[in-house]
């Protein structure tokens, strides 16, 4: 038999190790050690880690790569990013938000980030970014999944022309509905906007994913709504609460209570630590807090909780480069998580956790899945988070789509090394 492609001696993210991968037609054929057969090509992953690709499950590409468009963010608030794109939102053009996104997907790709669930502002009565979005999904296709999440980001009420503008989106084939419950004019108007936007997921079978509570105010507390109306209407297993960043700074004896409430109606948690970390607390003076929700707790409950990325060059964030393993990599920082099996999950919350709350289908490397996964230069899932590793061959369907050399650095010192190469500092215990 032979088959299209094998990467032989692979590491795989369960810890496997010395596995050969095959395909055929884009699929996955066999994961076992030394598949003896004839291959239309061969690629060695010598040893290192061959993983599933990255998923971002929280982004905004209607704003990426915005930078400096109209102007800076000078306070880096939430507040005045969502301003500045106030201002800068009746400039975009269709030609330019397709450009920018298609950019940043070329982007993504060389980092081996796969899909992406990425929020679509429909306060704009033009709907220009839903248009330019939604062309931008169907070019994407062949090599990027891209998933959109109707967002009011000016408030279901409190943007006039929101709820109409939302089922617009939804009806010109937007996947997800959306909110911001805590930029609302009023606490009630925020229960209202849950009650509200979880109904129309569920008289449509869509999913719902909601920017909720994106505030240090502890009593910012629409999660609280968001739970018992997923629970209420049976929406369980397809809807999510967004950076949840007022739990950091909740009373602890409500989130004992909170928490059991959200694993019982099954909403699923993402954090977004690069910018959880950097927009909130801005209003502390010292201690200054975190803003990152409470991600050990909710794990240890059983609530799926991934990490996304949000934002890339945008109002909101001037850094970032596509790499959810920076994304993962701050989590564990921030939070802070440093055990091994916290390091290890990290991972799976930009690979595996994403990919089950986006309903992505043949994800995995297991006989039958798509031929999708990514080469790392790194020993395990540990050493691919503590370096942010190269990726060095990403496949999309069987076909390399994208390669990074390895590393490497040649060093000019006496009686040393003639080169380092990052990978090989992996520790001598994998556990
Ligand atoms: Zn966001």
Same mark, same amino acid.
Request: net charge negative.
């Given at each position: 038999?032979?088959?299209?492609?094998?990467?032989?001696?692979?590491?795989?993210?369960?810890?496997?190790?010395?596995?050969?991968?095959?395909?055929?037609?884009?699929?996955?054929?066999?994961?076992?050690?030394?598949?003896?057969?004839?291959?239309?090509?061969?690629?060695?992953?010598?040893?290192?880690?061959?993983?599933?690709?990255?998923?971002?499950? #929280?982004?905004?590409?209607?704003?990426?790569?915005?930078?400096?468009? +109209?102007?800076?963010?000078?306070?880096?608030?939430?507040?005045?990013?969502?301003?500045?794109?106030?201002?800068?939102?009746?400039?975009?053009?269709?030609?330019?938000?397709?450009?920018?996104?298609?950019?940043?997907?070329?982007?993504?790709?060389?980092?081996?980030?796969?899909?992406?669930?990425? #929020?679509?502002?429909?306060?704009?009565?033009?709907?220009?970014?839903?248009?330019?979005?939604?062309?931008?999904?169907?070019?994407?296709?062949?090599?990027?999944?891209?998933?959109?999440?109707?967002?009011?980001?000016? /408030?279901?009420?409190?943007? +006039?022309?929101?709820?109409?503008?939302?089922?617009?989106?939804?009806?010109?084939?937007?996947?997800?509905?959306?909110?911001?419950?805590?930029?609302?004019?009023?606490?009630?108007?925020?229960?209202?906007?849950?009650?509200?936007?979880?109904?129309?997921?569920?008289?449509?079978?869509?999913?719902?994913?909601?920017?909720?509570?994106?505030?240090?105010?502890?009593?910012?507390?629409?999660?609280?709504?968001?739970?018992?109306?997923?629970?209420?209407?049976?929406?369980?297993?397809?809807?999510?609460?967004?950076?949840?960043?007022?739990? #950091?700074?909740?009373?602890?004896?409500?989130?004992?209570?909170?928490?059991?409430?959200?694993?019982?109606?099954?909403?699923?948690?993402?954090?977004?630590?690069?910018?959880?970390?950097?927009?909130?607390?801005?209003?502390?003076?010292? +201690?200054?807090?975190?803003?990152?929700?409470?991600?050990?707790?909710?794990?240890?409950?059983?609530?799926?909780?991934?990490?996304?990325?949000?934002?890339?060059?945008?109002?909101?964030?001037?850094?970032?480069?596509?790499?959810?393993?920076?994304?993962?990599?701050?989590?564990?920082?921030?939070?802070?998580?440093?055990?091994?099996?916290?390091?290890?999950?990290?991972?799976?919350?930009?690979?595996?956790?994403?990919?089950?709350?986006?309903?992505?289908?043949?994800?995995?490397?297991? +006989?039958?899945?798509?031929?999708?996964?990514?080469?790392?230069?790194?020993?395990?899932?540990?050493?691919?988070?503590?370096?942010?590793?190269?990726?060095?061959?990403?496949?999309?369907?069987?076909?390399?789509?994208?390669?990074?050399?390895?590393?490497?650095?040649?060093?000019?010192?006496? /009686?040393?090394?003639?080169?380092?190469?990052?990978?090989?500092?992996?520790?001598?215990?994998?556990?």
């Amino acid at each position: 038999m032979a088959f299209d492609l094998i990467v032989k001696n692979a590491t795989l993210p369960d810890g496997r190790s010395g596995v050969d991968i095959a395909v055929d037609k884009g699929k996955i054929s066999a994961v076992e050690p030394s598949i003896a057969a004839e291959a239309g090509r061969i690629l060695d992953a010598r040893g290192y880690l061959v993983t599933p690709p990255f998923v971002d499950c #929280h982004f905004h590409m209607d704003a990426t790569l915005s930078l400096g468009l +109209p102007r800076m963010n000078e306070s880096g608030t939430l507040l005045e990013g969502i301003a500045l794109w106030g201002e800068l939102k009746p400039l975009l053009t269709h030609e330019a938000v397709i450009e920018r996104a298609l950019k940043y997907c070329d982007l993504a790709v060389a980092q081996g980030l796969l899909a992406v669930r990425s #929020h679509v502002d429909v306060c704009d009565d033009r709907l220009l970014a839903v248009e330019a979005l939604l062309e931008v999904r169907e070019k994407v296709k062949p090599y990027l999944d891209l998933q959109l999440v109707a967002f009011p980001q000016d /408030g279901y009420y409190r943007s +006039p022309t929101a709820a109409r503008n939302l089922e617009r989106a939804l009806d010109m084939g937007v996947d997800v509905v959306g909110g911001i419950p805590h930029f609302e004019r009023t606490m009630a108007d925020g229960a209202a906007s849950m009650k509200a936007l979880c109904e129309i997921a569920a008289k449509r079978g869509l999913m719902i994913d909601v920017h909720c509570d994106e505030s240090d105010d502890p009593l910012s507390r629409h999660i609280e709504t968001l739970v018992s109306e997923v629970h209420r209407l049976g929406l369980g297993g397809r809807a999510v609460g967004s950076h949840l960043t007022s739990m #950091h700074s909740m009373d602890s004896y409500y989130v004992s209570k909170l928490l059991p409430l959200m694993r019982e109606a099954g909403v699923a948690a993402i954090a977004n630590p690069l910018i959880n970390i950097t927009l909130q607390g801005r209003h502390d003076t010292y +201690p200054r807090r975190r803003g990152l929700t409470r991600i050990a707790e909710m794990r240890a409950l059983g609530i799926p909780v991934a990490l996304g990325q949000d934002c890339c060059m945008d109002p909101w964030y001037g850094l970032g480069h596509a790499d959810m393993l920076d994304v993962a990599s701050m989590a564990v920082h921030a939070a802070p998580m440093t055990s091994r099996e916290a390091i290890r999950w990290a991972f799976e919350a930009v690979t595996t956790v994403p990919a089950a709350i986006l309903g992505l289908e043949g994800y995995g490397l297991a +006989p039958g899945n798509n031929a999708d996964f990514v080469i790392l230069q790194a020993a395990d899932t540990i050493e691919a988070v503590r370096m942010r590793a190269a990726r060095l061959t990403v496949v999309r369907r069987g076909t390399v789509i994208a390669e990074t050399p390895p590393r490497t650095a040649a060093l000019n010192l006496a /009686g040393r090394p003639a080169a380092v190469d990052p990978a090989a500092y992996a520790p001598k215990t994998t556990h």
